[in-house]
């Protein structure tokens, strides 16, 4: 990957953080990250190209904290770290943009197919290293992913990071 298109991938991903990108043109994106809509199409094809790859690289630093909470300490502090990090509240757009970019990818989106399994796979594979076989991984993340929807819906973080702790203290004892 070019410098130059690895830049302006960090800058989107630090966009997407703070606005919905779902629904905007390429334009105002553009502007706000110094680059134009032509150089952006030139190098990543579309729009959709581009927030794809921005919910892969989020993807590839929740992934490199989970790995280095494996390394540090045990599976249920590793669970509370990725919890803590990706529940984060300046997260909110990025988590919108993954769901929106999952369920336009099983929709079969131009530039997002295969999107929504993609990230399912590539969580088995350390969750299950973690929990000790896939069931668990796909119980793990399913709570995950849908604790973090209740959390988008309702904002009740208390009652959501309780719901978090009786999972983790039903499957991944202290």
């Known amino acids: 990957m070019s410098a130059r298109r690895q830049e302006l991938l960090h800058k989107t991903l630090l966009y997407a953080a703070e606005h919905s990108v779902s629904d905007l043109s390429l334009r105002p994106l553009a502007a706000a990250i110094g680059s134009s809509p032509r150089v952006l199409l030139y190098l990543f094809g579309s729009k959709e190209n581009l927030l794809r790859e921005v919910s892969a690289a989020e993807r590839a630093q929740e992934l490199e904290l989970f790995q280095q909470s494996m390394a540090e300490g045990d599976s249920r502090t590793a669970l509370e770290r990725l919890w803590v990090w990706i529940s984060d509240p300046d997260r909110a757009q990025l988590s919108r943009l993954f769901y929106e970019n999952y369920v336009r990818s099983l929709d079969g989106a131009a530039g997002l197919e295969g999107a929504a399994e993609e990230s399912v796979r590539t969580w088995l594979e350390p969750l ?13 993340l399913a709570v995950m992913r849908g604790l973090i929807l209740d959390l988008l819906a309702t904002g009740e973080r208390a009652r959501v990071d309780a719901a978090w702790e009786t999972f983790l203290d039903a499957t991944v004892p202290i």
Request: glycine residues 16%.
């Open 128 to 140: 299950a290293g973690l929990l000790g076989d896939e069931a668990r991984a796909r119980l793990a």
